[in-house]
């Protein structure tokens, strides 16, 4: 099989050579087979022929890097190749660990890359989550992950980038914040990318881009979990509340509501940061959550909205038990017996 494998490695750098796009699908297709399905090889096997995937002159790495110089004409192929990395790192997490420092490289060039057309780009930021997902990256398997925050902001640097492609990478920024706090060298630079991204597009009327707008929601949820903005600072909670609340008005028409649930799950998640304002808007959220959300026919809608429900009427319960916490207040609060009926 490792003669099969290396056959496939020469046939592939020949269709890089001679740009055959057909061919080199082919020989995708085929490596995957080698890696992914076979089930009677050893762990050593295995791993030698990761080895080669990974490290030889013709390997799929060596390809990649060759074949971003005419992107366009590879775009298929390089799909292709990132989709095989994928099902790569789920079916051998165990023997990715110590292959990251040639994994996030590669990645980081396509996502960085505005002439790589945007599929590949959003496989290259699925790889890299996937990483995450699956425990191959960590501080100990890739020794320039304080890095690695920094070179994914620098995209958004380059204008407007694709709907797909950007919730990917929201989504992938989101999730290094959260796994990995301490890599994270501008907290605030990489907050407001998500809060400008998030607040200009609200601004606009019927949200020009629901798909970039839900990763730039389930990015800050995610930020959040280590970077919750202080008890002092009310205008940043302020702004984080009214999106959320914006964000929670129940459509039945909307075919798409992913960026709705992504923003009722931000608010199941971080509910002690809207505490006040959830106990001043109630007959809001008990409208649209008990009234409108729950009785959804989509039972992801029903779920997401059971648990905001719950975040929510716990933070009331703060008040009610405690009612001085409703002295910081610049509106007037409602008395406790309006809130219990």
């Known amino acids: 099989m490792q003669s099969d494998l290396s056959t496939c490695l020469r046939q592939l750098k020949t269709c890089l050579d001679t740009q055959q796009i057909p061919q080199a699908r082919s020989v995708i297709d085929r490596i995957t087979q080698l890696i992914i399905e076979k089930a009677d090889e050893s762990p050593s096997e295995t ?39 994928r099902k790569t790192i789920e079916k051998h997490s165990t023997l ?23 599929r590949p780009r959003e496989l290259a930021t699925l790889v890299l989550q996937d990483s995450i997902a699956y425990g191959c990256l960590q501080s100990d398997s890739y020794e320039k992950l304080g890095q690695l925050s920094g070179e994914l902001l620098v995209v958004f640097q380059q204008g407007k980038l694709p709907n797909r492609f950007q919730q990917n990478l929201y989504e992938l920024i ?22 400008n991204a998030a607040e200009k597009q609200l601004l606009e009327e019927n949200y020009p881009s629901l798909v970039s707008l839900a990763g730039a929601i389930r990015g800050l949820d995610l930020f959040l979990v280590h970077f919750a903005p202080s008890e002092s600072d009310r205008e940043l909670r302020q702004r984080l509340y009214l999106m959320v609340k914006k964000l929670s008005i129940w459509e039945e028409s909307r075919s798409e ?29 008990q409208t649209m959550l008990a009234g409108k959300w729950i009785k959804s026919t989509n039972q992801d809608d ?20 405690c009612p001085e916490l409703t002295a910081a207040s610049e509106r007037e609060c409602p008395p406790t017996v309006d809130v219990l009926n």
């Open 174 to 195: 989101g999730q290094l914040a959260k796994h990995f706090p301490e890599s994270v060298a501008a907290p605030k630079r990489m907050r407001d990318i998500f809060m």
């Open 302 to 321: 029903r779920h997401i909205a059971l648990n905001a429900l719950y975040a929510f009427h716990g933070e009331v319960a703060r008040i009610l038990s």
């Open 96 to 118: 990715l660990g110590k292959r990251m420092s040639i994994v996030v490289p590669i990645a980081i060039r396509c996502i960085q890359s505005s002439s790589v057309p945007a």
């Open 257 to 285: 509501r992913v960026v709705f649930r992504n923003a009722l799950q931000l608010l199941a998640n971080h509910a002690p940061l809207f505490t006040l304002h959830l106990y001043l808007d109630h007959v809001h959220w």
């Open 47 to 85: 791993d030698f022929k990761l080895e080669c995937l990974f490290t030889a002159q013709n390997g799929l790495v060596a390809f990649l890097e060759k074949s971003f110089t005419n992107a366009k004409h590879f775009a298929k192929v390089i799909e292709d190749a990132f989709e095989l990395l």
